[in-house]
T-cell receptor, first 112, second 115 residues
Framework: DQQVKQNSPSLSVQEGRISILNCDYT??????FLWYKKYPAEGPTFLIS?????DKNEDGRFTVFLNKSAKHLSLHIVPSQPGDSAVYFC???????????FGTGTRLTIIP | ETGVTQSPTHLIKTRGQQVTLRCSSQ?????VSWYQQALGQGPQFIFQ???????GRGNFPPRFSGLQFPNYSSELNVNALELDDSALYLC??????????????FGPGTRLTVL
């Protein structure tokens, strides 16, 4: 039972354009969401998070949007840079629960 | 401030053997979580330790066990290894335990291959 889904295994975007990565979840108990970026041979690196009381959170070039009614979140990267090429994981948890539930990841490739 | 470290980097074992993986948490963190990442999948939660006590467990059999030490470093032990245990094992540290919505910071992982 995949409670967090990233339906696009890969995405290619030209440098300087917007990258939009999508994530859907099925568990309505999730109330905190995170995005991690992973380079080969490294562990996932935390990027940005959002709690269910918000619908948007920004940090520099990264913005996460949450649509609770659709159980959907997205990560926007503007402008996209070559160093953004990595695998991006969406993760979710319940407040006060230790467990992070991850999606299967989206490989983002930024084309120079 | 040092980040999360894991050892060894790579490990090759045969079916039926036992393995111990190690993790040193980030300075100031008292909580360690372990995840298994199979090829092409996202990380799957194994368990978490908070102040030396197991604080939650995912859907993994009892042959997966762990320890956390007074300095908050941690071990993951896997007995009776199976071929499907081949994966990247990730350790993540955080502060505050399960009562807080706290970011988990990951180490680079240990790649385990079971032959």
């Amino acid at each position: 039972d995949q409670q967090v889904k990233q339906n696009s295994p890969s995405l290619s975007v030209q440098e300087g354009r917007i990258s939009i990565l999508n994530c859907d979840y099925t568990n309505s108990m999730f109330d905190y969401f995170l995005w991690y970026k992973k380079y080969p041979a490294e562990g996932p690196t935390f990027l940005i998070s959002i709690s269910s009381i918000k619908d948007k959170n920004e940090d520099g070039r990264f913005t996460v949007f949450l649509n609770k009614s659709a159980k959907h979140l997205s990560l926007h990267i503007v402008p996209s840079q070559p160093g953004d090429s990595a695998v991006y994981f969406c993760a979710a948890k319940n407040f006060g629960n230790e467990k992070l539930t991850f999606g299967t990841g989206t490989r983002l490739t930024i084309i120079p | 401030e040092t980040g999360v470290t894991q050892s060894p980097t790579h490990l090759i074992k045969t079916r039926g053997q036992q393995v111990t993986l190690r993790c040193s948490s980030q300075s100031g963190h008292n909580t360690v979580s372990w995840y298994q990442q199979a090829l092409g999948q996202g990380p799957q939660f194994i368990f978490q330790y908070y102040r030396e006590e197991e604080n939650g467990r995912g859907n993994f059999p009892p042959r997966f066990s762990g320890l956390q030490f007074p300095n908050y470093s941690s071990e993951l032990n896997v007995n009776a290894l199976e071929l499907d245990d081949s994966a990247l094992y990730l350790c993540a540290s955080s502060s505050g335990g399960a009562l807080y919505t706290d970011t988990q910071y990951f180490g680079p992982g240990t790649r385990l291959t079971v032959l």
